[in-house]
């Protein structure tokens, strides 16, 4: 079956705290994505990625940047945490505009 | 720009009854579109999606959605509920444009009265 993986499912992490958030998925997508779903807000999208070393913005980047060192593999990294940063992350890969996302199980953090 | 609205922030219904959510989108061409359900505390499961051809679609768990091109509309159906399919649940929109990104709308949670 394929899979998305979340490292951790729930974090609690402290303010001004570097938070790294892990994501590996096993399907060999190009493009994987970081959303944050908060309620009533749905999902918003905060970085993605294309290919190996590359990312683009989404709609909410500030305080946030990422890295894909490996194909599989797609890091968020919170640099400061901040309380406002509380929520679940969410992580998908895709392989087409057609196929639809696969999401891993999510990530609550809560910061402190 | 895209945009996906979900007009219904919650809705209830009774097991066996049947089941409508709404979802109206914004875009010019024809759109990718996907309904997606969340169960408490996962992630989110495709249930079913449209990018051509015929507009009624089938989904997993006997879901199934119409897409209405003159109403801007993907609205998803349940002919039979149980009490399982109480979720909350996503529609979302893409581009034919290589972008990969979606726009997600704000969701229905939906309640199953037993």
């Known amino acids: 079956d394929v899979k998305v993986t979340q490292s951790s499912r729930y974090l609690v992490k402290r303010t001004g705290e570097k938070v790294f958030l892990e994501c590996v998925q096993d399907?060999?997508?190009?493009?994987m994505f970081w959303y944050r779903q908060d309620p009533g807000l749905g999902l918003r999208l905060i970085y993605f990625s294309y290919d190996v070393k590359m990312k683009e913005k989404g709609d909410i980047p500030e305080g946030y940047s990422v890295s894909r060192e490996k194909k599989e593999r797609f890091s968020l990294i919170l640099e400061s945490a901040s309380t406002n940063q509380t929520s679940m992350y969410l992580c998908?890969?895709?392989?087409?505009?057609?196929?639809?996302?696969?999401f891993g199980s999510g990530t609550r953090l809560t910061v402190v | 720009a895209q945009s996906v609205t979900q007009p219904d922030i919650h809705i209830t219904v009774s097991e066996g009854a049947s089941l409508e959510l709404r979802c109206n989108y914004s875009?010019?061409?024809?759109?990718?579109l996907f309904w997606y359900v969340q169960s408490p505390g996962q992630g989110l499961q495709l249930l079913l999606k449209y990018f051509s051809g015929d507009t009624l679609v089938q989904g997993i768990k006997g879901f199934e959605a119409e897409f209405k091109r003159s109403q801007s509309s993907f609205n998803l159906r349940k002919p039979s509920v149980h009490w399982s399919d109480a979720a909350e649940y996503f529609c979302a929109v893409g581009e034919d444009t290589g972008t990969y990104k979606y726009i997600f709308g704000t969701g229905t949670r939906l309640k199953v009265l037993a």
């Open positions: 875009y010019g061409a024809t759109p990718y």
């Open positions: 998908a890969s895709s392989s087409s505009d057609r196929d639809g996302y696969t």
């Open positions: 399907m060999d997508h190009e493009n």
